[in-house]
């Protein structure tokens, strides 16, 4: 294998030459032997920032599993990174992939912290399901759906750990392909201007459905879209009055594409079929979670972490403003391209619908989800309105 290096963070990783497996020529990840996603670096720094403010919370000690590692580029950042990582499990199925993980551990002298198997990702994970064998962090970042290893990562997780969960089917997840959706979340999706916050929203769900089989509470402490993926991190709480609370934030998602309405409903209550407010038939997409995506102390706490060392740390500000900014609001967002297109006029700035938003009492704030899409508690007519205004 032809290799190179590169540096994340506090971090250096021995990973396949970019310039060696090339697809319409562009460096391809599927198709170097082993697995790294230069395009990674911010979901895995800001893995290392979550990680950091879970382990402070915890006060000791805590243990982490990578079980899909691929060139260890996760596993490794969190024993170099973490400060209070005291070992990290990483395994993966590519037998290419494990003297590159243990390589990468050396390069990086916490080798004595990192154990490294030559194992499926499932196995491995069963083989700490026992109680004393346990995980604190586990990351499921897989190269497309993570539902085959939802169970797995339950069973080894200790009570009050963290799950961090990557999905990058996103089409399936969007209501590109549908039936795909169905097949693996068991979740109808919804293919709409705000179809990103319904997918990530699906995923979050198809979680606390797992997690409540075991009699665990699900929530979701940091959950957001960006680039190719879905990306969302749990706190699992063993109880089954709390697993019965996480389910009760599943439901229903519904949308009117006559008059932009949408609201949700919940699981097992009569769902309507016409809009309430033009008539016209109902889409709905779920079950999925309707409650928060984030916990606003979780985010507060990642705002006012270190992370000025990263690369990509001005891209992790602009994301954490927009996290906290949505906050209490409701499920959906507007993009406001769709809402003038209706109107047959011309798009105002992003910045001007909000203001006009503010002044007329209602909260907004500019979505994380899309560019020109705005969260706000008020009604489809009153942004109609405030756009025609203006």
């Known amino acids: 294998m032809i290799t190179s290096f590169a540096v994340e963070g506090k971090t250096e990783l ?46 000791r000690p805590i243990n982490a599993c990578d079980p899909l590692a691929g060139t260890g580029a996760r596993g490794i950042r969190y024993a170099k990174e973490v400060q209070s990582v005291e070992k990290v499990v990483m395994g993966d199925l590519n037998a290419e992939s494990i003297p ?8 990086n002298g916490i080798e004595g912290r990192v154990e490294v198997v030559h194992e499926d990702a499932n196995l491995l994970l069963a083989e700490h399901s026992e109680p004393g064998e346990r995980f604190d962090f586990i990351d499921i970042d897989p190269f497309g759906t993570p539902v085959p290893f939802l169970d797995s990562s339950i069973r080894a997780l200790k009570n009050g750990g963290l799950l961090a969960v990557t999905a990058t089917d996103t089409a399936p997840l969007c209501g590109v392909h549908s039936k795909s959706c169905i097949r693996k979340y068991l979740s109808i999706p919804l293919r709409n201007e705000f179809c990103h916050e319904t997918g990530l929203r699906i995923l979050v769900g198809s979680v606390v459905r797992e997690a409540a089989k075991y009699d ?11 680039d190719h993926y879905f990306r969302s991190y749990f706190r699992l709480s063993l109880g089954a009055r709390r697993a019965d609370s996480a389910v009760g934030n599943l439901g229903y998602l519904l949308s009117c594409s006559s008059c932009l309405w949408r609201s ?57 403003e927009k996290l906290l900014g949505e906050v209490g ?54 942004v109609e309105e405030v756009i025609k205004r203006l």
């Open 14 to 59: 021995e990973i396949p030459d970019p310039s060696s497996y090339t697809f319409q020529g562009k460096y391809a990840p599927f198709k170097a032997p082993v697995f790294y996603n230069p395009q990674m670096e911010f979901s895995r720094d800001v893995a290392v920032a979550a990680l950091s403010v879970f382990a402070k919370a915890k006060g």
């Open 100 to 107: 590159i993980i243990i390589n990468n551990a050396r390069r």
């Open 216 to 226: 665990f509470g699900a929530s979701p402490v940091l959950s957001y879209s960006v």
């Open 264 to 320: 949700v409903a919940a699981f097992g209550e009569a769902l309507p079929t016409s809009c309430e407010i033009c008539g016209s038939p109902l889409r709905r997409a779920g079950p999925l979670w309707t409650g928060a995506l984030s916990d606003p102390d979780f985010l507060r706490a990642i705002y006012g972490f270190d992370f000025s060392y990263m690369r990509t740390s001005k891209r992790m500000s602009k994301l954490f």
């Open 329 to 382: 609001m409701p499920v959906g967002f507007y993009v406001l391209d769709v809402v003038s297109k209706r109107l047959g006029m011309g798009a105002p700035s992003l910045e001007r619908a909000l203001e006009g938003l503010k002044s007329a009492g209602y909260s907004a704030f500019p979505t994380h989800f899309h560019p020109k899409g705005i969260k706000t508690n008020a009604p489809p007519g009153a």
